[in-house]
């Protein structure tokens, strides 16, 4: 596979003019540039023997052009005194300046990013097939990325057109007389081959290259993304390991002489606070994390100098030993472009590779894209020209909520937009010619905002407009209404705290009328207390036939809910989206607004 980097569009060219704008004579010139990046002794003009390459990242973009709202817009950060604040964070307009500004003065710099830039988007990417996203993203000059779970929602042949360009197959060109012209930056697919030919969808690797200095990148997502994406869209493709992949690719760019190597990997790990800014090395080095990103790093060959993920939507900055003991970073930036990294890599010219033996927390930071600095001018009218073609859809209202109707941003394993979602889904096929569904079942993963009271736009407080209910849903997966028996039903819940989401829990959000205790001092599947389990105040029948409504993600067995998979006699509905933006309309209006479900299904027992 050939190693020849990705056309930049002389992006090194650009910067370096950027980075010297006013610098007029040479002695300026010299003087206005960094340690590392000119002579630190060595005499007669010489290049120093080491150069500090700054390596800018970030992860889980998700299409989020425009500042991220409520309490998904935050980011947490501990304040002196130890206690917690809530900062504002994210759009693109903000990521750029941020990037542009923490570039000056760094002439050896390069972008990338963790995967997971698009897909689940809000409408004003995902309406256009995350076009706007590809876009963004080239004008921040992100230089790679690895592939992440959700570059597959549409499946691997979407995925060559936003890496190759192309209008849309089925919607065409959305502005008259232009093309797409797909990513400047390439997507890395180390681990997803092909079925048929065995080989990688995508380039797994690529090398940057400035006056001699190479950095080789390989990306990966991880190994379990057909668990967490619907069955089309990982059709004819397999995903390898994660460990195994990183390491074989490595070996070939070290015998190709690129001995400094950064590893993209879509998996992530759990924080042991959810602020970005605390200390991931304390008391001893990556004692702060913990998560399937762990043994990954352990098990990735020393020939990898860093490791740059993302998945879990966390902020973390640690130093996780390598196989042969050497410290190494491994950090991510939350999500929606609301942290970016910044980690210097010493490059060694005699050795070609990075300098590892002092490496330590310093060595890379979490910054917060803050909302306090000026807007990138070019993102602002990039999202304004977006934003007129989804206007006509997006700002049309939908409904009316009394108060804020959280989702994504509630930590609670009942979430009131879980249940709300999960109501409107059961009364939308409960009829007898819309599937006779009896209770209805979301995954929480699939709900990727809040309901915010606070107008977004011009529509109002308490206003819900289309692109808000996108937002929430932007899947658009199909409901299905299959038969399931009462034991598959305790199955299905008992698979919340077991099997493969026993050490991370996923608990499904349930509709109105289903009740049940869940006992968090006992393990695995006891935790779900089967006795407790009730649908309109009976107890479920393991041997009578109910149902059971759920998006086609859940209905294939997607989130580990094997169970839920064994469903028959489907009948296939309307989407999650229509359903939703029914409910609204039918149970909610200017003088009446929607308050917050109660959240008393689920009973915990901590």
């Known amino acids: 596979m050939s190693a020849t980097p990705h056309p930049q569009k002389n992006r090194a060219s650009r910067r370096a003019l950027a980075a010297v704008a006013g610098l007029t004579t040479v002695g300026a010139l010299v003087a206005a540039m960094p340690a590392g990046a000119h002579d630190r002794g060595h005499g007669h003009g010489h290049p120093s023997r080491t150069v500090d390459v700054q390596l800018l990242s970030f992860n889980d973009l998700h299409g989020n052009l425009e500042p991220p709202a409520g309490s998904a817009g935050t980011v947490s950060e501990k304040q002196a005194d130890g206690t917690v604040k809530a900062v504002p964070a994210g759009g693109v307009e903000y990521l750029a300046t941020s990037l542009r500004t923490a570039r ?55 995925l060559a057109r936003l890496q190759n360009g192309g209008c849309h197959p089925v919607e065409g060109c959305y502005e008259k007389g232009k093309k797409f012209k797909g990513a400047d930056f390439p997507y890395l697919a180390a681990n ?55 390491n074989k690719y490595a070996k070939e760019l070290d015998r190709q002489g690129v001995k400094s190597i950064v590893a993209l990997i879509h998996e992530g790990g759990a924080p042991a606070s959810s602020s970005y800014n605390y200390d991931c090395d304390s008391p001893g080095a990556g ?230 205790t869940l006992d968090m001092t006992k393990a695995g599947a006891d935790r779900v207390v089967a006795s407790s389990i009730q649908l309109n105040g009976v107890a479920i029948d393991p041997a009578k036939t109910y149902r059971v409504a759920m998006n086609e993600f859940l209905a294939g067995g997607g989130d580990g809910f094997a169970a839920l998979g064994q469903g028959t006699n489907k009948l296939v509905g309307a989407s999650d989206l229509d359903l939703f933006n029914a409910y609204l309309a039918a149970h909610s209006t200017a003088a009446a607004p929607l308050a917050p479900p109660a959240t008393d299904r689920i009973t915990i027992v901590q």
């Open 287 to 516: 004692d702060g994390i913990s998560g399937p990103i762990v043994d990954i790093a352990k098990g990735i060959t020393p020939k990898v100098d860093a490791l740059v993920t993302g998945h879990t939507h966390q902020a973390y900055v640690c130093t996780v030993p390598d196989p042969s003991g050497n410290p190494r970073m491994v950090t991510s930036a939350s999500l929606f472009g609301k942290l970016y990294t910044d980690t210097t890599l010493t490059y060694d010219r005699g050795t070609r590779d990075i300098v590892r033996t002092s490496v330590k927390s310093p060595a890379s930071v979490n910054h917060v894209v803050s909302r306090d600095q000026a807007k990138a001018t070019d993102m602002t009218a990039l999202i304004a020209r977006w934003n007129t073609l989804a206007a006509p859809i997006s700002n049309r209202p939908q409904g009316f909520i009394s108060a804020d109707i959280n989702g994504r941003g509630s930590t609670a394993p009942e979430k009131p937009l879980g249940n709300l979602i999960a109501d409107a889904q059961l009364e939308g096929l409960a009829p007898a010619d819309k599937g006779g569904a009896v209770v209805a079942f979301m995954n929480p993963g699939g709900i990727r905002s809040d309901l915010v009271y606070t107008a977004s736009g011009s529509e109002g407080d308490g206003v819900v407009t289309y692109g808000e209910a996108f937002t929430v849903q932007p899947f658009t997966n199909m409901m299905n209404v299959v038969d399931l028996t009462g034991a598959q039903l305790v199955a299905a819940l008992q698979q919340q705290v077991s099997g493969s989401n026993a050490a991370s829990p996923k608990i499904l959000q349930v509709s109105k009328g289903l009740t049940y």
């Open 192 to 246: 997803v081959t092909s079925e048929k030919s065995g080989k990688p969808i995508l380039k797994p690797y690529t090398v940057w290259k400035k006056n001699g200095v190479k950095i080789g990148f390989i990306g990966v997502t991880l190994e379990g993304t057909p668990n967490i994406v619907t069955a089309n869209g990982v059709k004819g493709l397999k995903f390898h390991d994660e460990i195994e992949t990183v």
């Open 104 to 158: 000056k003065g760094h002439p050896y710099s390069v972008t990338a990013a963790g995967g997971d830039m698009v897909g689940a988007s809000p409408l004003l990417s995902g309406l256009f097939h995350d076009e706007p996203t590809i876009e963004a993203l080239n004008g921040l000059d992100l230089d790679v990325t690895a592939v992440g779970n959700h570059e597959f929602d549409e499946g691997a042949t979407e």
